[in-house]
């Protein structure tokens, strides 16, 4: 005899099947997952809500179940309310639980999007890292903006300040000096203003007059390096701003990898595509993605790391791109877990005693700010595990929530306050350390502490070269 629940299975396994049919797909039965699939359904179909995803290939994403999943997960506790950077300062944004975990239970894809103030969500992951039930708030943040941008188009400032690379592209070279004065021109600067929506006080990244991966190319390198056995080699993820707007940077992380006898090769690549999913534009996002898959999966199937130094883009590439617009296949997975960021490849050198540690003495105490990007990647701290075997060198942590920046969004006219007020506390504390230089693993985020303090901003690999000899 079959029992109450069984009838609810055979009923759920009809109406999955319909909407699968509906895709051109397998039915749900045929799916190792079907039985767990619909028993999430049948709790759903309860509360008079059944909601069933798919990815192209015919069967439920896996993220985007777990998502739905964690919204029961949310027991209103409101510890990432009182943790969110934004919420704090503005009440444009209501905080993470009501645009996140209860905003979703009224998203539907036959609906249109409930609440568009999500659109002032960040993304700093503040609230996926104090939240004690695992509630996936900053991705269902993610997809309910791309949601609202699908609905309703993606702005023109939007989309031009999404494609890094392109604006890098056409920024950086002989010429970059012309563009530089122009972004430092005031009526220039408010006419972008108005026009465009690009807040006339932002902190936009001076262009460099050549790329980094120009340098590469006509480089000399040195004769110990060309003498040395290429047994160990690693790919270098630049990103965007490394290669059109700090290429000491990545002078900086060659140096540091071939000191520790590491062939760098410089795959080719794209920009990692964060910008595209922080502004929505997740079908551009995932063409950027496929194509950084399929340019660095012949170096990951031979066991060579990508590694990067741009902490948002190893994000990117290990985690946020595969999770938020649902990449699951086997090459993406690969790449994830052939990726590391070159602090935490640097530490696991350190840990197997295969890093070279005879540093220069370096005298300093300088203020360090690791950004919300580094955290997300839940490795605790290594930039200063490392950087504390430098002898006579002294990092202090800001412990900050949130520069504000956060990429792109404190470029936005209507956002550039927020994201200096959410800032106001790293600030506060870069100011009051009297260095002359601060620290920072992300690119926009030293762009925005210098705007704000007028301190000079570095990448700590910048300091781990100079421990070594090197001199940009």
Not at 145 to 157: D, K, Q, S, W
Not at 184 to 189: E, I, L, N, V
Not at 351 to 368: G, K, M, S, V, W
Request: charged residues 20%; positive net charge.
């Amino acid at each position: 005899m079959q029992t109450a629940q069984g009838n609810d299975f055979a009923h759920l396994y009809s109406n999955i099947d319909k909407r699968l049919s509906d895709l051109g797909a397998d039915t749900a039965k045929d799916h190792p997952r079907a039985e767990h699939t619909c028993r999430l359904c049948c709790a759903n179909q309860r509360a008079g809500n059944l909601r069933v995803y798919y990815l192209d290939a015919g069967y439920m994403d896996h993220i985007e179940l777990s998502l739905e999943q964690s919204l029961d997960h949310c027991i209103k506790c409101n510890i990432c309310t009182a943790a969110c950077p934004v919420a704090a300062v503005t009440d444009r944004f209501p905080g993470p639980k009501y645009v996140g975990p209860q905003a979703q239970r009224f998203r539907h894809e036959r609906q249109p999007a409930p609440d568009a103030s999500v659109d002032y969500c960040s993304g700093c992951r503040v609230c996926n890292e104090v939240c004690p039930t695992g509630v996936r708030i900053a991705e269902l943040n993610a997809r309910a903006r791309a949601r609202i941008v699908a609905e309703r188009g993606l702005p023109f400032r939007n989309w031009l300040i999404a494609r890094s690379e392109l604006v890098g592209r056409l920024s950086c070279g002989p010429h970059a000096p012309l563009v530089n004065t122009g972004l430092r021109f005031g009526p220039a600067r408010w006419l972008v203003d108005r026009l465009l929506g690009i807040h006339r006080a932002a902190p936009l990244p001076a262009a460099s007059t050549y790329s980094f991966r120009a340098w590469f190319k006509r480089r000399q390198r040195p004769l110990a390096s060309r003498k040395a056995p290429a047994a160990r080699q690693v790919v270098y993820f630049h990103g965007c701003s490394t290669n059109y707007y700090e290429p000491w940077v990545g002078q900086a992380a060659v140096a540091v990898l071939e000191r520790n006898g590491f062939e760098v090769i410089l795959a080719p690549q794209n920009c990692c595509g964060l910008p595209l999913i922080s502004n929505g534009d997740f079908a551009a996002a995932r063409r950027a993605h496929a194509a950084n898959v399929r340019k660095l999966l012949p170096y990951v199937r031979q066991g060579i790391p990508v590694v990067g130094a741009s902490t948002s883009c190893t994000l990117t590439l290990k985690e946020e791109a595969p999770e938020i617009l649902g990449m699951h296949d086997a090459d993406t997975r690969a790449v994830a877990e052939g990726t590391f960021d070159i602090f935490e490849f640097l530490r696991s050198l350190a840990e197997r005693e295969e890093l070279d540690i005879a540093f220069d003495r370096i005298e300093r105490t300088l203020p360090y700010h690791p950004p919300c990007q580094y955290r997300a990647h839940r490795l605790g701290l290594p930039t200063l595990d490392v950087l504390g075997l430098v002898p006579g060198l002294t990092l202090t942590n800001s412990r900050a929530a949130c520069c504000g920046i956060a990429g792109t969004y404190g470029l936005k006219r209507e956002k550039y306050q927020i994201a200096m007020d959410v800032g106001a506390e790293l600030f506060d504390f870069v100011r009051r350390s009297g260095a002359e230089l601060a620290l920072c693993d992300s690119e926009t985020c030293r762009w925005q502490i210098s705007h704000a303090t007028g301190v000079v901003s570095k990448h700590p690999l910048e300091i781990l070269a100079e421990a070594y000899g090197y001199c940009a």
